[in-house]
C-alpha cells in the first residue's frame, strides 16, 4: 500500500517533496505522475488532477491487486459502492480502478499491465496532441 495524492501541479508537488522531506524519485513522467519514496515503505504517488478545496480530500488508498481489476465493478456496484474512474490504463504500466466505498473513501486498485518504457509513453504523449 502507498498514498497517492491527486495535485494540480505535480512538478512543483514533487520538487516541494524533493527539497523539504528528502524524497527522492523512483520514476516520473513530467507533468503526469512522480513516484516518490522516503525511507524503506515510504512511497507517496503523485499524479495531476484537479485542486480539491477541502483539506484530506484528494487522498486515495491504493492497493496492488493480482487479479483483474475489470472484475471488481460488478462486486463494488452490488456491495454499495461506486465506480469514481475506469477502469483504465495508465501510463505507468497499471490498469486502475478507483471507487468510493459505502463509507465514502476513495480506493484504488492498480493491476500490472504490460510495460512501456518512459520513451515509449513519452512518444505516445507527442502523438497524441
Request: net charge neutral; charged share 25%.
Given at each position: 500500500?502507498?498514498?497517492?495524492?491527486?495535485?494540480?501541479?505535480?512538478?512543483?508537488?514533487?520538487?516541494?517533496?524533493?527539497?523539504?522531506?528528502?524524497?527522492?524519485?523512483?520514476?516520473?513522467?513530467?507533468?503526469?505522475?512522480?513516484?516518490?519514496?522516503?525511507?524503506?515503505?515510504?512511497?507517496?504517488?503523485?499524479?495531476?488532477?484537479?485542486?480539491?478545496?477541502?483539506?484530506?480530500?484528494?487522498?486515495?488508498?491504493?492497493?496492488?491487486?493480482?487479479?483483474?481489476?475489470?472484475?471488481?465493478?460488478?462486486?463494488?456496484?452490488?456491495?454499495?459502492?461506486?465506480?469514481?474512474?475506469?477502469?483504465?490504463?495508465?501510463?505507468?504500466?497499471?490498469?486502475?480502478?478507483?471507487?468510493?466505498?459505502?463509507?465514502g473513501?476513495?480506493?484504488?486498485f492498480?493491476?500490472?499491465?504490460?510495460?512501456?518504457?518512459?520513451?515509449?509513453?513519452?512518444?505516445?504523449?507527442?502523438?497524441?496532441?
Amino acid at each position: 500500500m502507498f498514498v497517492r495524492l491527486t495535485v494540480a501541479d505535480v512538478d512543483a508537488t514533487r520538487l516541494w517533496f524533493h527539497q523539504v522531506l528528502g524524497f527522492e524519485s523512483v520514476f516520473d513522467i513530467p507533468q503526469t505522475m512522480a513516484h516518490l519514496r522516503g525511507r524503506r515503505y515510504q512511497d507517496v504517488l503523485i499524479v495531476k488532477g484537479e485542486k480539491h478545496k477541502a483539506q484530506g480530500q484528494g487522498v486515495t488508498v491504493s492497493f496492488t491487486w493480482q487479479s483483474s481489476v475489470d472484475d471488481l465493478v460488478a462486486k463494488v456496484r452490488t456491495a454499495g459502492g461506486k465506480v469514481l474512474d475506469g477502469p483504465v490504463d495508465r501510463p505507468w504500466n497499471a490498469r486502475e480502478l478507483v471507487i468510493e466505498d459505502p463509507n465514502g473513501y476513495r480506493l484504488s486498485f492498480s493491476q500490472s499491465i504490460p510495460h512501456k518504457d518512459l520513451e515509449e509513453v513519452l512518444s505516445g504523449d507527442k502523438a497524441e496532441k
